[in-house]
């Protein structure tokens, strides 16, 4: 009878064995599938998905920091060339503000403005209404 518990035992024990070796073959082949498969569950297809989103990020940041790089030169552009005229500019208003001084009475500011032209003329609106800058 001890000996027939003992056999029963070892037949237990080697079945739950037997359970838990097939249980770790199926785990391993869920693992193989997973990490050599090509279907949208495995674990390469799930990395090549991850470098695509990846790689489209990178490319997106660097068009922005293009833009950016490029708005930068634009303006760097802008300040030398205000730079190179700032001189004119100066005199321009330094003349026309002596000359002012210098006269007392409107006729002397017409002849102002015929001696030095603005620039950029604002427009007259004769007997018309301004626009407005904003209209709602």
């Excluded at 838990?20 to 279907?39: V, W």
């Excluded at 495995?42 to 990846?54: F, K, M, T």
């Excluded at 503000?97 to 006729?107: D, G, I, P, V």
């Amino acid at each position: 009878m001890a000996l027939d518990q003992a056999r029963l035992q070892a037949e237990a024990t080697d079945l739950q064995i037997r359970q838990q070796i097939a249980a770790l073959e199926t785990g391993l082949a869920s693992l193989r599938a997973a990490t050599t498969g090509s279907d949208p569950s495995a674990l390469p297809w799930l990395v090549g998905e991850y470098a695509d989103v990846e790689t489209g990020a990178e490319q997106q940041f660097a068009a922005q920091a293009d833009y950016l790089l490029q708005r930068q030169d634009w303006m760097n552009a802008k300040l030398a060339s205000l730079a190179s005229q700032e001189p004119t500019a100066t005199a321009w208003i330094s003349a026309k503000s002596n000359a002012l001084k210098a006269m007392s009475n409107n006729s002397g500011y017409a002849k102002i403005k015929e001696c030095h032209p603005d620039p950029d003329p604002v427009p007259v609106w004769h007997g018309q209404q301004q626009p407005a800058a904003f209209e709602l």
